[in-house]
């Protein structure tokens, strides 16, 4: 086989690698799946910001009992029994158990875990638009129950909810 011919099949070869990757990279679940994350970490750093800047200090004042700021990540037990003025104190003599990094994570994950819920309530809350009368307004992909009033599957033949037999559209 001369070189020529060589040479056009590893060319073959790179050239679809390329273009398969080239399809991959422009599927729309694999942009979506990028825009997702770009925007996670964005909202990441926003929910962190109100749980440190905002949060925090009012939860380490009112532990403070509003004599100034009190830091739970410093808290720590030293094995030796003895006590230490700073965990650096501490560090240096003894070995320690500094539970109060793992409080403050633990308190950390909590609140951001609360802040999210909050967020995602409030938007679920908003998403559920109401008429005049209060009700609750139908989505197009779901239909109402004629019994409970709830919204149901658009292809239930019996309500999840009161466990009516629904009649067909057709009826």
Same mark, same amino acid.
């Given at each position: 086989?001369?070189?020529?011919?060589?040479?056009?099949?590893?060319?073959?070869?790179?050239?679809?690698?390329?273009?398969?990757?080239?399809?991959? &990279?422009?599927?729309?679940?694999?942009?979506?799946?990028?825009?997702?994350? &770009?925007?996670?970490?964005?909202?990441?750093?926003?929910?962190?910001?109100?749980?440190?800047?905002?949060?925090?200090?009012?939860?380490?004042?009112?532990?403070?009992?509003?004599?100034?700021?009190?830091?739970?990540?410093?808290?720590?037990?030293?094995?030796?029994?003895?006590?230490?003025?700073?965990?650096?104190?501490?560090?240096?003599?003894?070995?320690?158990?500094?539970?109060?990094?793992?409080?403050?994570?633990?308190?950390?994950?909590?609140?951001?875990?609360?802040?999210?819920?909050?967020?995602?309530?409030?938007?679920?809350?908003?998403?559920?638009?109401?008429?005049?009368?209060?009700?609750?307004?139908?989505?197009?992909?779901?239909?109402?129950?004629?019994?409970?009033?709830?919204?149901?599957?658009?292809?239930?033949?019996?309500?999840?909810?009161?466990?009516?037999?629904?009649?067909?559209?057709?009826?």
């Amino acid at each position: 086989m001369s070189k020529i011919k060589k040479l056009k099949k590893a060319g073959e070869k790179v050239g679809g690698v390329f273009n398969e990757f080239k399809s991959f &990279i422009l599927r729309g679940n694999v942009i979506d799946l990028a825009i997702g994350v &770009i925007i996670g970490g964005s909202f990441q750093k926003i929910i962190t910001a109100l749980v440190d800047k905002i949060i925090m200090p009012v939860i380490s004042w009112a532990l403070s009992k509003g004599k100034g700021a009190f830091d739970i990540s410093k808290l720590f037990f030293a094995l030796d029994g003895k006590h230490y003025d700073t965990i650096a104190d501490a560090k240096a003599a003894t070995t320690v158990v500094p539970y109060g990094e793992f409080l403050m994570m633990l308190l950390d994950f909590i609140l951001m875990a609360a802040v999210v819920f909050c967020i995602i309530k409030g938007i679920n809350a908003i998403s559920r638009a109401r008429n005049k009368d209060g009700a609750l307004v139908i989505l197009a992909e779901t239909k109402q129950c004629p019994y409970c009033r709830s919204a149901i599957n658009p292809a239930a033949v019996r309500c999840p909810n009161c466990t009516s037999n629904l009649p067909d559209e057709d009826e």
